[in-house]
């Protein structure tokens, strides 16, 4: 049994809980917070229970006490701060977007490469069990080929146009918000499920609310992938009712899968002559990989915090030298990042745009040498 | 009480049949009907209980026993017949699409209006209580204004490549499938129930048996309306699992309403702080136009012939003079062309396109001097 | 092809409304109708289109113009109605329950057996293609013995202390109404689609809102069947939010089958290894009765009306002496009473008590010599 | 900040690991372990991550290493190690059924009274915010008084004839199964959310499989509550299907409340005149004590794991003489008890059977001298 990696987190919101919650279920410990001032931090380690309270990021980054670095903070600060943690030598969580920029997130992958250290990216819904199965089918060639790849991820907490929070600010969030924030998580599960990579989008968005400021409060996109297949995506934070339903069908010769987050203890599989319900948990799951993620019997739901400890688990045991297969990376994040570039380019110009990169060189760099991307098609 | 109208049907398939009972269901007979063969004639009228057989379409349309024509034949003949039966001064009920390129469409639509022919196109989706409810709702602002129309048309009959059908033959259904199949019948529905009329598109086409010939098997675009709503539309004949789904998402500012065509009995619409499911029936369909079609207690199910009865009966009422709101005739056939014209040029230029028209003008000789498209704003 | 039948219908509510479609949609005409008044006579004929108006039931039983009766009135009307009807020879379709008093529907029985006239009763559930098609798999053994026989007739009408209808008044609506009125469909319906027959029972009854009169407003029951298995129904008409969902689930030792009324268009077939959700219309319908009632493409969805019509359909070809399989008759209307009669007992008692009847003597009057009873375990 | 509480585990199957993730979620260790043999023990503390062995439950007991004890041994060891951990002076969470006679029960309930020793017992679906906020309607009167009290608890894991297990052996698992394993679950969530409880039942077994065994597969209860409403269970662990759907609707005169353990981040509230969707983590939980369970945004899901943390969160808690609301004690376990005995009672007599206890005197003991049973009438 290896020696507890200790953990500091920056940032003092809601996601600082779930990733405490995750260190702590993993078996670590939370030593050190630092959230946006001294007040902050004494209210966010209270609420969180952790003992130690850092003076500022930078302090908590280069503190002994402290072996990994959770980025939790709003996204403007994320990649100054995944750098720092990089310059230090030591594995870093960092929340998506890995960096409002594409060169930062570059810069974030180059560093990370240099200087071999070990990343993570919460890309949490691919630690579903459902998921993992279905992109065991997917690899195997029980659908055949993919045709079609659509979906949607429809939020509603930002759909009376005088809410706000920080991410609405361009400064603070970026130059995009439904995209930037749930979308990539639409694509990243969708190339992580099927193997397909977008090469080209064409995108619109929609600013419904201009009063509140110019990113867009939801976006669609067409696309096409390297291997024929088409796509269409519609992310939206202003659509009543949806409260966080990311939902996929991919579609294939054989057979189409379907799968919603907010129901995530089951998917459907659909040929021509049946259309079978599938419970994560039961006999039906033939996947390793989601055998492993399911230790619950059918019918005992898993929820959010059960994948993201999961993938905590993963990213964990990865910053220790051990394989594991499908961790998000940095890598992933600079993908998010050059297909959020593509959106926006794309809604300018009213243009389908080609969506390229990460190279092979840069993915080389993956934890413990294993290509993230390369995984998703030799499973 | 007036004189009962005696129909004649061109046509021996399904759709034949669904008309037959809903002529029937409208207190009217069906005197005579013409398939493609005397054969094919012979066999349909004794399916459908028909007793008078013509010897061809032209005959059925000219004979003095019939004064109204119902073309339920190959899409690629639809715009003849109805011509015909337009130049013998019949009211005619012709199956979508009204025809295969938007000039004979146009044709047609100037045709009804010089010769003051009443036309029906079965847009019957319209005649679902929920669906005149969400209508009115809109129209009356309970949703303030409208800011995403998403949503989804999924078959699966065409998922094998092997599977084939007159309609997969270009020559006769004409050069496109899945959207002038289904997706004409989705926007027809938004643009009925919102108010909004579409602006411009982009598009993607789907072709994933090439072996079937060249019209597409799923057809995606974007959209932007007349209001400043955008759109998303998925049309798909190929996604395993989905038999009939017509979904749509309208989102407002204020609310959200959902339906879905395969569960037509209810709708939701959600707000902020609550997501209301309201069923056909019952005392929460407000408007007059809904409780006219629900002719039975919530919970008891009314179905696609349901619907088709109900379209019919109000052609037949509009034929004899009466004033009926939301009727599609062929200045909706029209409508329905252009926009499938734009979808199948845009996929092929890779740039966003036009939509426009019918003009006023045309639009001024909807049936009973009613601009169908002026009620969806009015009502 | 044979003569039309000319029909004749006592009552002027909603069910008469119902019949007169089913009528039409048969392909035959609705000649005569007589309400509680002249007055009520003649708005409902002019409401339903009926041409003639009978002074009184008794005059329009015995006149010369109609052939078949159909008994749509209050339940404390149909036994000495459907009586007449009897003695007039004239094939007779009978709302449910056919009497409220046990002997009176043993007369009913007797009389359709010595006078050999045909017989109704619209237990129309059993016209869905889901329910024929779970019916024929029982029958051929894809379940194995049947355990469990579980489900609910939920309705919330009466939910509200303050409303009332002639059905709630014992003096009309007779001693039983929750259990009278659905809980009987939900017994119809599985002893018909399982082949097994309850011989015990013990039942509780709830009468919420007193004030509202002594029949219960919910009823529930424990049984055993003939062949072993065990069950429970629970019927309710104040169940808020439940419109009209009579749900079943039939387990056997391999398999398990689920249907809900609301969504007739699919069931669920269960077994260790999955569950496949089939729909009506599909290539999976392997039942040829099944397939028969299956007139629409899967996911067109199939309605109320649509059942009752095909009910209708099959009541007068067995009048005109076809064979036609599964019609509920007098006997099954006999069954209902006796079923009715030991819930009323068990509740008042707090004893299970036996249930039955209607012996074989009886059960051989069924129409063309098809014992009803004997076709579910047959077919 | 109160010394963290070190927790020993008896038992080393699927339920020690839930209970060692949740001691660990609570910011508490799992210091011994102690399963049916040296060397299942080794297994399980291997799996679970534990680094001490006890050699046998009593050692694990009476470990001055030791200041909880958690019972996850069979069924039949239940009773007999949780009077050693009582008889140690040491807080004990113990699996239900709390033991396999009700006399047991009774000793074990006043042992903990007159040892005041702190006790738990994990009918955890008390604490899915859905079930609080429902709870705390009914107890506002937002429903009125409450009638029907209706549902489910299927699964189907022993389907199978072949299918066998420990909880099969009645030696080991008790003289109940289905009803005592899954049965009482229902029954104390019923009267944890209504504040009613069942004074008299009749209920029905069925034995599926003899040559099983003798304990039941299914149990079905009709009930009567202390405030007149009436109630129908039906629990089976052989419904094809059913993974672990525990479903209830609980109808009040106003409005009824319906939940599925399947999807437990939601509930529907209806009343006449609308049916809502509610959504744990949104603005309308009004009540804090489910607000204080809804710790992720409405729509990231919250699952089994989540419940059983919050139910050990709040067992510690106790344990360190803090108040905490709706905590399940042993109390509640001899209520389980009482009420499966009156299921096998009235299923050998066929009779109704009484419901009595435990008598207030008993009630007096739960933990922090606050009585569960009165905080459901009172809060």
């Known amino acids: 049994m290896q020696p507890r990696l200790r953990a500091g987190i920056l940032g003092g919101g809601f996601m600082a809980e779930v990733h405490a919650r995750a260190i702590r279920a993993a078996g670590s410990e ?14 966010a380690a209270a609420r969180l229970g952790i003992h130690g309270i850092a003076p500022n990021a930078r302090a908590l ?5 402290v072996d990994v670095i959770h980025v939790c903070t709003p996204n403007a600060f994320h990649s100054e701060q995944a750098g720092l943690a990089l310059l230090a030598g030591k594995p870093v969580v960092c929340e998506k977007p890995l960096a409002t920029r594409v060169s930062d997130a570059e810069d974030l992958v180059s560093r990370a490469r240099i200087s071999v250290t070990p990343t993570a990216v919460p890309f ?4 579903y069990p459902a998921v993992r199965e279905i992109r065991s089918r997917i690899s195997h060639g029980s659908a055949g080929e993919m045709h079609l790849l659509h979906g949607s991820y429809l939020q509603d907490w930002l759909a009376l146009p005088t809410t706000t929070n920080w991410r609405v600010d361009e400064k603070v969030g970026g130059s995009s918000r439904a995209f930037a924030d749930i979308g990539v998580h639409w694509c990243d599960l969708m190339e992580f499920v099927t193997g397909h990579r977008i090469t080209r989008l064409v995108s619109a968005l929609s600013r419904s609310h201009p ?5 867009e409060d939801a976006a669609s996109i067409l696309f096409e992938t390297d291997r024929g297949a088409s796509g269409t995506l519609i992310a939206s934070q202003i659509t009543h009712g949806r409260k966080n339903r990311l939902h996929f069908s991919f579609d294939g010769e054989l057979e189409s899968y379907r799968w919603n987050q907010e129901h995530p203890g089951k ?25 492993r993620l399911a230790h619950l019997p059918a019918g005992h739901p898993k929820g959010y915090q ?3 400890n999961a993938f905590t688990a993963d990213a964990y045991a990865s910053f220790q030298d051990q394989n594991v297969d499908g961790l998000p990376t940095f890598v992933d994040g600079l993908r998010a990042a050059i297909i959020t570039d593509a959106v926006l380019t794309s ?4 243009r389908w745009v080609d969506v390229v990169g ?3 060189g840069t993915t080389a760099v993956t934890n413990n040498s294993l290509s993230v991307l390369d995984a998703a098609l030799t499973q």
């Open 267 to 291: 998917f459907t599989a659909s040929n021509q002559s049946s259309e079978s319900t599938i419970y994560s948990g039961s006999a039906e799951l033939s996947a390793l990989s989601s055998q």
């Open 30 to 43: 939370v030593v050190l917070i630092a959230s946006s001032s001294p007040d902050s931090s004494a209210r």
């Open 358 to 360: 990460p190279t092979d």
């Open 347 to 350: 809604a300018q110009s009213g």
């Open 61 to 65: 980054i280069e503190s002994d006490a």
């Open 306 to 308: 059960d994948a993201f």
């Open 211 to 215: 009063e509140r400021g110019s990113t």
């Open 124 to 127: 949490i819904y691919r630690y």
